[in-house]
Nanobody, 126 residues
Framework: QVQLVESGGGLVQAGGSLRLSCETPGRFFSMYAAGWFRQAPGKEREFTAAISWSGGTTYYADFVKGRFTISRDNAKNTVYLHMNSLKPEDTAVYYC???????????????????WGQGTQVTVSS
């Protein structure tokens, strides 16, 4: 069982930045690819960014390219989502997810993930 705990959400003005963290107490997090998904009110959950288990490959949704960066520190069992130039349409609950030995474009598919966090709210005011 992999427990994921997100943090770092909050209220920010448009154009601002936030850094989300996803931490797990598990010892084997380095074996898991990690993804960030988001869900806005009334909308389906959507892929945002992902990083392979090795950290060598990253994937982004088109709507965050150039603004968001995903990274991981396996020594700290933590994955980060650095969000810059935030827009009101980025307002959503952001979820972290883990996918054992995940890689390739499959990381864009939420159904591939084995574990999910509870989510952290990000609100961007105009």
């Amino acid at each position: 069982q992999v427990q994921l705990v997100e943090s770092g959400g909050g209220l920010v003005q448009a154009g601002g930045s936030l850094r989300l963290s996803c931490e797990t107490p598990g010892r084997f997090f380095s074996m898991y690819a990690a993804g960030w998904f988001r869900q806005a009110p009334g909308k389906e959950r959507e892929f945002t960014a992902a990083i392979s288990w090795s950290g060598g490959t990253t994937y982004y949704a088109d709507f965050v390219k150039g603004r968001f960066t995903i990274s991981r520190d396996n020594a700290k069992n933590t994955v980060y989502l650095h969000m810059n130039s935030l827009k009101p349409e980025d307002t959503a609950v952001y979820y972290c997810a883990a996918y054992k030995l995940g890689s390739s474009e499959a990381l864009r598919e939420s159904r591939r993930y084995d574990y999910w966090g509870q989510g952290t709210q990000v609100t961007v005011s105009s």
